[in-house]
Every structure is written in structure tokens, then in C-alpha cells.
């Protein structure tokens, strides 16, 4: 039977829905799933039941690969290392050159000798002397990625000011464009340090929550974020053939 699974990719710290066959995995086992950069390790973060698959169109959601063995985690060990190592290597160039650039995160294909740098920078960059350097070190296609702070903030993660993981980080797919009207229609406080996430622009909550009352659903975790016990209580008893 297909079951269905959560599972933190490692190279993007992301949380993904994905299906699994007939293989016995548990909260915490590794499994080797599919990514735009070949084969990946992945943690399983939560299994579910029959009756959630049911309600979830589960023929959209992709399939793990494999169950993890000991050579995919003595592999992806070896590849964190050299990534880690090849990271270390562009930003001592970086540093020698002088190149106003940020270096946020080195990932390696697993399918193929090609590299990505992600990095962020206020302008356009002549990297081409770094790229240079960097294919004559690894012996291998190099990609520069140049991304925004949002992204940045959704590539490194961290806690927001609500004590959560950042919706950017753990569910949100697509960022969409925030307004300072989404946060005066909530009747928020407009100091720009309550209203601000880690990026340093407006937080990305102010858009959904407006839309569902400021309240805000989950589906992963099946919970409520400000959810009002007491309010909920009320309505129950409210309505005909409340106790």
C-alpha cells in the first residue's frame, strides 16, 4: 500500500510531502528521494495513516526512490565535505579579489560534474576571473546563482519573532508580494521591527493571514496558529444542537 511521508531534504533543509511503496520507514530513518539536482539524502520527519492519504491527491505527490543503505550515507557525507571544502576554497578567492559578493550556499550535482554558488550582491558582478579559478580547483561546470534576500532568508532558514520556523523555510513555495496595506487592514502596529522578518522586509505572513481572519492553517502540522479555544468553544455551543 502507498503511504505517504514528510521528508527534510538535506542539501535545502526544505519539508516535502512524498509517497512510498513497500518499504517499512519511521520518523528519523533516511531515504534517497529526487531533486533538480540529481539523487538527494533526506530525513523522514512524519509517516501518516490510510485515512490521510485518502483525503490528499496522493497520484501528484512523488515517489521515494529508496530507503537510504549505508554506502547513500557514506556518500552524501563525502559530497557535504566537499562542498563544504569548495565553499571555503570561492570565498578566500572572494576575500583575494575583493569582490563585493555574499556567499550564501555551495550544492553539488549528483548526476553530473556541475556546481552551484549561490551568493547575493546589491549589483551586477564581473565573477568571470572567480569562475576561472573555481573550475580549475574542482574540475567540474560551475554555475553562479544570484539570488535575493528573500531567497537568502528561505535558503538559511531561522526562527521568527513568533518563535516558529519561517513560513518562507518550512511550507511556503512560492513568495508573493507583500504590501504595507495587508498590515493596516489587520490593524497591526506599523513599526517596521513588529512588522519585519529576518529578511528585512515586510513578513511574508501578512498576506495569508489577512486572508483567513488572521488566522493561519498549516496543513502539514494540522494546527491553528493563534488558534482561540475559548472563541471556537462558543460558536459550538451556539449553534442548534449545541450542549
Known amino acids: 500500500m502507498v503511504k ?14 512524498f509517497k512510498i511503496g513497500d518499504s517499512e520507514v519511521s520518523s528519523g530513518d533516511y531515504v534517497v528521494v529526487r531533486s533538480m539536482i540529481g539523487e538527494e ?4 520527519i512524519k509517516t501518516f495513516g490510510s485515512s490521510f492519504n485518502d483525503r490528499l491527491k496522493i497520484d501528484r505527490i512523488p515517489e521515494v526512490l529508496r530507503k537510504a543503505n549505508e554506502r547513500d550515507l557514506e556518500g552524501y557525507e563525502r559530497k557535504r565535505q566537499e562542498e ?3 565553499f571555503d ?3 578566500e578567492k572572494i576575500n583575494e579579489r575583493e569582490i563585493p559578493i555574499k556567499l550564501i550556499r555551495v550544492i553539488f550535482y549528483t548526476n553530473e560534474r556541475k556546481a552551484i554558488f549561490y551568493f547575493s550582491s546589491e549589483g551586477r558582478i564581473d565573477f568571470r576571473d572567480l569562475v576561472k579559478d573555481l573550475a580549475r580547483r ?36 512560492n513568495i508573493e508580494p507583500i504590501t504595507l496595506q495587508m498590515a493596516k487592514r489587520q490593524n497591526l502596529n506599523m513599526n517596521p521591527l513588529k512588522i519585519s522578518g529576518q529578511c528585512g522586509r515586510l513578513m511574508c505572513c501578512l498576506s495569508y493571514e489577512e486572508d483567513h ?7 502539514d502540522q494540522d494546527e491553528l ?9 462558543d460558536q459550538t455551543l451556539n449553534q442548534p444542537g449545541g450542549n
Open 89 to 91: 576554497f570561492c570565498l
Open 84 to 86: 563544504k571544502r569548495a
Open 225 to 233: 496558529v493563534g488558534y482561540n479555544e475559548e472563541e471556537d468553544m
Open 213 to 219: 481572519g488572521g488566522r493561519v492553517l498549516i496543513e
Open 138 to 173: 574542482l574540475k567540474m561546470r560551475i554555475e553562479m546563482r544570484q539570488i535575493g534576500i528573500r531567497d537568502e532568508a528561505k535558503m538559511i532558514g531561522g526562527i521568527g519573532i513568533c518563535g516558529r520556523q519561517l513560513c518562507c523555510k518550512s511550507f511556503l513555495n
Open 41 to 44: 539524502l533526506g530525513r523522514v
Open 4 to 17: 505517504l511521508i514528510t521528508v527534510q531534504v538535506s542539501s535545502t533543509r526544505d519539508v516535502l510531502h
